[in-house]
């Protein structure tokens, strides 16, 4: 199994504590976003869980327990790091102090199991082409020597973050303007010694030599955990997402970081009143047990193909 630790929420940043409980523990309760009263159970033995994806832009407040978690656990950081204005990402630490941690990752634990995400891409008066390039060469140079690769998308519009949205004036992006800026990115990161992929994008880019990615990776996963997976396609995701399947632990709404661009977050209000529910030694990340809850255990089991060595 692979735990992503998560797409809906940064448990990094917030709610650290409750995840090395629930490793302690070796359960979890997630409930479902479609039927609030379903409940899944969760094994997080180290035998079920073969690697773990963490999805952070603040990883800090889970640095102590980093050490606690490798002793059991593969894991690799999905790791944003965009230079947006408080306008655009309110609650966020300085950027310097960001990429600060992003060394320290990349130094304890390898520069292969932290992934620079340049995303979401958003073009306005304010944040255009010339701004994204000046940034992006910015972190780059700051990274450089503590980074493989760097994933980069552009924003996608929903409806939960339409009306956020709506107060930057966003800028159309068409074909042309994701191969500039693509293209752009693409020579600021061989500068640096840096691969960068796509996200999630239609377009293919591969004849200006940058390939498309996935952030749940089974050929990443099969190098940090030294032996070859059996899993397919994620079908709950885009037709344009590439990830393999994984079971994913977090929470909508419960995301303190208000980015104005979120998916994951509809409402700051809800996120708030989510928030004062949090209760570290649950198996919930919000709350308890209500009645009316309906627990299943949730079949999972190691991915791994034990008969096939890593080598063949």
Known sequence: MILSVSRRTDIPAFYSEWFINRLKEKCVWVRNPMNYHSISEID???????CIVFWTKNPQPMFKYLD????????????????YDKEVEPNLPL????????????????????????DPIILTNKYNMKWHEDKFKYIAQKLQGFVSSCVFSFIDVYDKNRNNLSQLELKDINL???????????????????????????????NL???????????LISNIINCKIKTKKDKNQRASCGCVESIDIGQYNTCKHGCIYCYANYSQESVKTNCLKHVPTS???????????????????SLKDLQTTFFD
């Open 176 to 206: 042309n303007t994701i191969r500039d800026i693509s293209q752009k990115l693409k020579t600021i990161a061989d500068e640096f010694g840096i691969e960068i992929k796509t996200c999630s994008e239609d377009i293919d880019l591969i």
């Open 283 to 301: 198996k919930l990340l919000l709350g308890q047990k209500e009645d009316g809850d309906k627990i299943n255990k949730r079949v999972a089991r």
């Open 209 to 219: 030599g940058i390939k498309k990615s996935c952030c749940i990776d089974p050929i």
């Open 68 to 83: 606690t978690i490798d002793k059991n656990y593969k894991f690799y950081f999905q790791y944003t790091i965009n230079a």
């Open 95 to 118: 950027l310097n102090k960001r990429i600060e941690n992003f060394i320290y990752l990349s130094n304890k634990y390898g520069k292969d199991k932290v992934i620079w995400r340049y």
């Open 44 to 50: 997080l033995s180290p035998n079920v869980v073969d």
